[in-house]
Structures are given as structure tokens and as C-alpha cells.
């Protein structure tokens, strides 16, 4: 029997948006969990290495819900700043804190009637875990400054890449939380588990870069698919993702041959971190850039590199580099890296 490759998501508004591709057996499995967990409206754990495609999964649990016409919402707890995530989450009244000049709804009321990707739950602060709980289990909260309650009818998914049960056995996660937030677990497997799934990939990533690169469609030959079969991809299908922007982007024809996957590769890839830094004169400069320019591009090319080293894991480069991941994130996002 043949199984379609590419499972769409029927109802979701940007349709391309939920695709996911699913040859291999593992990923098959998983849609099939998938379809049969979405309409029932109950929190989901998503857990995978970085890069397998968890908010893709995410948007079809979405897409496939009685919730597919309301919004979905998505919350990256890594990216919010701990003093900012109350009122990020559940909202502030007027007047809340300093600067809050007006009233601000927080992720949990805009995504009243739909969903709530809570990404990267693992890195919730500590004293939210307490409030989230609640908002999961009685569907109220109270927005930072206010004296009243609300009613939300939020289904929340949760993304993680980190082991939570070992978290809750370290005492970094609440028990409690976790078993509420892991009424249904579903593991998103690693690429190197389902090389079966990299040719339509390729071919689905390349179709999609190439639209948004605004490029004639690309083909990528039958050697080249079975090299990137054959890759390793530590950063999963976001490496491949970020492989295939590189040889499209540097493509000299219209068919991109295996001589391509060589040239795509970031300098610097695969080798420890010291390696992968480029001096000064790395750095092309242009006449008449000031020392803050040059540093920038110093800083993004650093970054943008070590990155790549680091196959994607923005956890990874983060400790690599020496920052705090949310201070990686606000450079990603200073960067366009994001
Ligand atoms: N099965 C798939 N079919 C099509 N595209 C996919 C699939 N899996 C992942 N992608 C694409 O790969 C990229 C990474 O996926 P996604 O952001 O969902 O990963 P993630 O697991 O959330 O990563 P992270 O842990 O880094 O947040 C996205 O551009 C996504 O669209
Ligand atoms: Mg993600």
C-alpha cells in the first residue's frame, strides 16, 4: 500500500504552514497519534532534539482540532525575559508596572478558542510553573496588577527539548505540572531515525526556500538527495532546512548537483568551536564602515557561524559562545539570524 508523503493540514488557514512531511514508519506513527489525539481537547507534550519539527507538529495537532478556526498562538518561554513573562503570559491591568501604560493581553487570552504553543517549556521561570498550573487546570488567571479573574478556553501544546521528567527529578520542573502538561506525550524522532523522510524533505524545503527567495523552482539531483540522505544532521531538518537555503542561494543553474552540498557547507562546520571563529580580516569591510559597524558584522558572523557549527541548537552555541541563550535569541533576532 502507498501512503501519501506529504500530510496536509485540511482547514488550517496558511495551509503550506502545517505540511509536514511523514514517509518514514516513525513519522507515519506519529501523524497517525496526531489525528487521533487533535480533536480531543487535551494538552499535549511534544518532545524532540532541536530542529525535528515540533511547532510543525504543533500546527497540525492545531489544524486537525475543533479548534482550527481560532488562533494559534505561539509562546517562546526561552525568548521572554523572566521579569516580563507574567505579564507576557496571562497579561497586565494599566498601570501593572512601570511603563505599563495601557492594558496588555498577555499569549493565554489571545489565544482564547484555540491554541497555545508553549515552546521550549522546560526554560518556563520557576515561579510561573505554579500559575501556569492553574490556568491549565481551572481555565482562569489573573493578569499582573489586576484584582479580577478571567475565563480562557485555551488548548495549550508544549514543546520541549529537554528530558522534563529528569527536570522534574532534579527538581527543576514541578511534578505536578509536568503530568498535567503531559496528558498525551508524543516524541518527534531524530532525522538520523528516518533518513526515508529526507528526499521529499529536501524536496518540500527546497520548493518553500525557493518561493520565498523569489527564485525559478530548483530541482536537486538524484546524487545530491542521496548525499543528504547520507548526512548527518545533528540540527535536524532545521540544518537541512538551513544546507538547502545555502545551495539555493549560491546555485549557478537551475539542478543543483552533489558538488553543491560540498560548497554549501559552513566554513568552520563540524569543528570545535575555536576553529570556527574567523579573525578580523574574515570580515569583509566596506570603505568608510565605523568600529561599531565592523564589530557588528564581526559579532553576526560569529554568531551566524558557531550557530552552524553547533548544527542549530541554539543551546548549544549559546554555551559555545559564552552567552545566556536569551542573549543569544535578542542577537539572532538583532542579526535577522532567526
Ligand atoms: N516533517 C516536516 N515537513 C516539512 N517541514 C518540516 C518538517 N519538520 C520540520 N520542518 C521544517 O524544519 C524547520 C524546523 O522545524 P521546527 O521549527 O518545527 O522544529 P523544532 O523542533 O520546533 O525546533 P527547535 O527545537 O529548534 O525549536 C521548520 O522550518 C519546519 O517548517
Ligand atoms: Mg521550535
Known amino acids: 500500500m502507498r501512503h501519501a508523503t506529504l500530510v496536509e493540514a485540511e482547514g488550517a488557514g496558511g495551509r503550506d504552514e502545517a505540511d509536514l512531511v511523514a514517509a518514514s514508519a516513525p513519522m507515519r506513527r506519529l501523524v497517525a497519534e496526531v489525528a487521533r489525539v487533535a480533536p480531543r481537547d487535551v494538552t499535549v507534550l511534544l518532545r524532540g532534539e532541536t530542529g525535528t519539527g515540533k511547532e510543525r507538529v504543533a500546527s497540525l495537532l492545531h489544524a486537525r482540532s475543533r479548534r482550527a478556526a481560532g488562533p494559534l498562538v505561539r509562546c517562546n518561554?526561552?525568548?521572554?525575559?523572566?521579569?516580563?513573562?507574567?505579564?507576557?503570559?496571562f497579561g497586565a491591568a494599566r498601570g501593572?508596572?512601570?511603563g505599563a501604560v495601557e492594558a496588555r493581553r498577555g499569549f493565554f487570552s489571545a489565544a482564547d478558542g484555540g491554541t497555545l504553543v508553549l515552546d521550549e517549556i522546560g526554560e518556563l521561570p520557576h515561579a510561573l510553573q505554579p500559575k501556569l498550573l492553574r490556568a491549565l487546570q481551572e481555565g482562569e488567571l489573573q493578569p499582573v496588577g489586576a484584582g479580577r479573574i478571567e475565563r480562557v478556553d485555551v488548548r495549550v501544546v508544549a514543546c520541549t527539548n529537554r528530558d522534563l521528567a529528569a527536570e522534574v527529578r532534579a527538581g527543576r520542573f514541578r511534578e505536578d505540572l509536568y503530568y498535567r502538561l503531559a496528558v498525551v506525550e508524543l516524541v518527534v524522532p531524530p532525522l538520523r531515525d528516518r533518513r526515508e523522510d529526507v528526499p521529499a524533505l529536501a524536496a518540500v524545503l527546497a520548493r518553500r526556500l525557493g518561493a520565498r527567495f523569489g527564485v525559478a523552482p530548483v530541482r536537486l539531483?538524484?546524487?545530491l538527495v542521496e548525499r543528504l540522505a547520507a548526512a548527518d544532521w545533528p540540527g535536524n531538518v532545521r540544518q537541512l532546512e538551513n544546507a538547502i537555503a545555502r545551495m539555493i542561494a549560491l546555485a549557478p543553474g537551475p539542478v543543483l548537483g552533489p558538488e553543491a552540498f560540498a560548497a554549501a557547507q559552513p566554513r568552520g562546520a563540524g569543528a570545535p568551536s575555536r576553529d570556527a571563529v574567523p579573525t578580523a580580516q574574515g570580515v569583509p569591510t566596506p570603505a568608510g564602515a565605523t568600529l561599531r559597524e565592523r564589530l557588528d558584522r564581526l559579532e553576526r558572523q560569529v554568531i551566524a557561524e558557531t550557530?552552524?557549527?553547533?548544527?542549530?541548537?541554539?543551546?548549544e552555541a549559546a554555551r559555545r559562545l559564552g552567552l545566556a541563550r536569551t542573549v543569544l535569541i535578542d542577537r539572532l533576532k538583532k542579526y535577522g539570524l532567526l
Open 77 to 89: 518561554c526561552a525568548a521572554i525575559p523572566a521579569a516580563l513573562a507574567e505579564a507576557e503570559l
Open 96 to 98: 501593572a508596572y512601570t
Open 221 to 223: 539531483s538524484p546524487a
Open 307 to 315: 550557530l552552524a557549527a553547533a548544527g542549530g541548537n541554539q543551546s
